[in-house]
């Protein structure tokens, strides 16, 4: 199908994009990479009266090191992000979620914001963002505020972003020493949503004490989920098998997913917990072998 009619608007810098978002946020939908919001609008999913092309608007693409953060605009494509090689030296957890993502054709294309914005319950960027404790910065005419990935996904393709907010960009905590990190997930064929996947983190100190660890999944509910407790329960002791398997076994314990045409919640269930512990195994054996210890 061709999308309904709209009103296309080109706007060249931040400021005038938040102008337009102002006056027409309620009517309006940001156009980022369009590999979302393109067959939204052929299916006439979505209606939007205006069009807001964020393709040519300065300072919202590229990645810095700021105060301990990788600072990445949120018109950064996803493709820029797999290839840095300071994303892979600094924050490895998203470099290796990257390739993930769809088809290369795809992130050529897909940014970083758009799949953040758009918030599938299946995607592997929010819950990497969350396992990491990023921040999300939203920004509008009103002025800018930053938010957690608690308080940012809020259910199945629904954000906390205001009509007439922009994400600007997303800032993960560099890595520190001796830490390592994992995700895995298992889709029904390289290139789909995951069925589920598990971001892990692991930070030991010199005499391989756990001292921070950090679990996320996707794909087991509407928004990234953050297993506190279970990751807290790995803190204070020298990581090991029998803890990885606990951890994946409270994991699955208090989910409840979704059956669909690809899963059934039983079989969610136990690929959280399998994946769980082979993340937290394989973070574990990357932070014993950190090469900036
Ligand atoms: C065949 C196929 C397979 C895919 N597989 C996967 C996969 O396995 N995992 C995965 O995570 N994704 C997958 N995707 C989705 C892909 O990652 C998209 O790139 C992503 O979801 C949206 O990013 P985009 O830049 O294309 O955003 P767009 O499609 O342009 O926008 C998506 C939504 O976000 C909003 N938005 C975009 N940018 C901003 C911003 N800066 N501020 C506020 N709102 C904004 C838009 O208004 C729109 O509502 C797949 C897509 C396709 C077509």
């Given at each position: 199908?061709?999308?309904?009619?709209?009103?296309y608007?080109?706007?060249?810098?931040?400021?005038?994009?938040?102008?337009?978002?102002?006056?027409?946020?309620?009517?309006?939908?940001?156009?980022?990479?369009?590999?979302?919001?393109?067959?939204?609008?052929?299916?006439?999913?979505?209606?939007?009266?205006?069009?807001?092309?964020?393709?040519?608007?300065g300072?919202?693409?590229?990645?810095?090191?700021?105060?301990?953060?990788?600072?990445?605009?949120?018109?950064?494509?996803?493709?820029?992000?797999?290839?840095?090689s300071?994303?892979?030296?600094?924050?490895?957890?998203?470099?290796?979620?990257?390739?993930?993502?769809?088809?290369?054709?795809?992130?050529?294309?897909?940014?970083?914001?758009?799949?953040?914005?758009?918030?599938?319950?299946?995607?592997?960027?929010?819950?990497?963002?969350?396992?990491?404790?990023g921040?999300?910065?939203?920004?509008?005419?009103?002025?800018?505020?930053?938010?957690?990935?608690e308080?940012?996904?809020?259910?199945?393709?629904?954000?906390?972003?205001?009509?007439?907010?922009?994400?600007?960009?997303?800032?993960?905590?560099?890595?520190?020493?001796?830490?390592?990190?994992?995700?895995?997930?298992?889709?029904?064929?390289?290139?789909?949503?995951?069925?589920?996947?598990?971001?892990?983190?692991?930070?030991?100190?010199?005499?391989?004490?756990?001292?921070?660890?950090?679990?996320?999944?996707t794909?087991?509910?509407?928004?990234?989920?953050?297993?506190?407790?279970?990751?807290?329960?790995?803190?204070?002791?020298?990581?090991?098998?029998?803890?990885?398997?606990?951890?994946?076994?409270?994991?699955?314990e208090?989910l409840?997913?979704?059956?669909?045409?690809?899963?059934?919640?039983?079989?969610?269930?136990?690929?959280?917990?399998?994946?769980?512990?082979?993340?937290?195994?394989?973070?574990?054996?990357?932070?014993?072998?950190?090469?900036?210890?």
């Open positions: 199908m061709k999308p309904p009619r709209f009103d608007v080109n706007p060249r810098s931040i400021d005038e994009a938040l102008g337009v978002l102002a006056q027409h946020g309620d009517e309006a939908k940001v156009l980022a990479g369009g590999q979302s919001l393109v067959p939204l609008l052929s299916f006439r999913l979505v209606r939007p009266a205006y069009l807001v092309d964020l393709n040519d608007v300072g919202l693409a590229g990645m810095r090191l700021h105060d301990g953060h990788l600072a990445i605009g949120a018109m950064t494509r996803q493709r820029a992000v797999e290839t840095s300071l994303v892979r030296e600094r924050c490895p957890l998203l470099a290796e979620a990257m390739p993930q993502i769809g088809h290369v054709q795809i992130r050529n294309r897909g940014t970083i914001g758009g799949s953040l914005a758009h918030a599938d319950p299946a995607s592997e960027l929010p819950a990497v963002v969350a396992a990491l404790d921040e999300l910065v939203l920004r509008s005419a009103r002025g800018q505020r930053v938010l957690k990935p308080q940012f996904f809020v259910s199945y393709l629904t954000t906390a972003a205001a009509p007439d907010e922009l994400l600007v960009e997303v800032r993960v905590p560099v890595a520190p020493p001796r830490t390592g990190s994992a995700f895995l997930e298992v889709s029904r064929r390289h290139g789909d949503f995951a069925l589920v996947g598990v971001a892990a983190t692991v930070t030991l100190d010199g005499a391989g004490v756990c001292t921070a660890a950090a679990i996320a999944l794909g087991v509910g509407p928004t990234p989920l953050l297993a506190r407790d279970a990751a807290r329960a790995l803190v204070g002791h020298r990581p090991a098998p029998a803890a990885f398997e606990e951890a994946g076994r409270r994991v699955a208090r409840q997913p979704d059956s669909d045409l690809h899963a059934s919640s039983d079989y969610r269930r136990q690929l959280a917990h399998v994946l769980t512990r082979r993340a937290l195994a394989r973070a574990a054996e990357r932070a014993a072998t950190d090469a900036r210890r």
